[in-house]
Nanobody, 124 residues
Framework: QVQLVESGGGLVQAGGSLRLSCAAS????????VGWFRQAPGKEREFVAA????????NYADSVKGRFTISRDNANNTVYLQMSDLKLDDTAIYYC?????????????????WGQGTQVTVVT
């Protein structure tokens, strides 16, 4: 079983950048696809980005394409979400999740392990 811990959230001005990290423990991260999801107040959790266990494939929600980049560092058991040109609508709790030998799906139910989330707040 793998445990996930997100970090890097915070308060940022619109147009600014943040880098979120998802650190794994308990098992090596390399056989897992990792997805980022977010949940804004009063809304359902939604897919943001994902990277396949091979690292060869990435997948993004239309709302973040061109602004967010997902990457992985298997040597350090960490996946990153670089967020740029942040908008007010990006305000949410961001969660990372792991899918055993996954291909980077946008489907929540494919992910077996979840972190506790990190808050991102974008202000004017």
């Amino acid at each position: 079983q793998v445990q996930l811990v997100e970090s890097g959230g915070g308060l940022v001005q619109a147009g600014g950048s943040l880098r979120l990290s998802c650190a794994a423990s308990g098992r090596t991260f390399s056989p897992y696809a990792v997805g980022w999801f977010r949940q804004a107040p009063g809304k359902e959790r939604e897919f943001v980005a994902a990277i396949a266990w091979t690292g060869m494939t990435t997948n993004y929600a239309d709302s973040v394409k061109g602004r967010f980049t997902i990457s992985r560092d298997n040597a350090n058991n960490t996946v990153y979400l670089q967020m740029s040109d942040l908008k007010l609508d990006d305000t949410a709790i961001y969660y990372c999740a792991a899918d055993d030998y996954g291909l980077g799906s946008w489907i929540e139910s494919k992910y077996d392990f979840w972190g506790q989330g990190t808050q991102v707040t974008v202000v004017t």
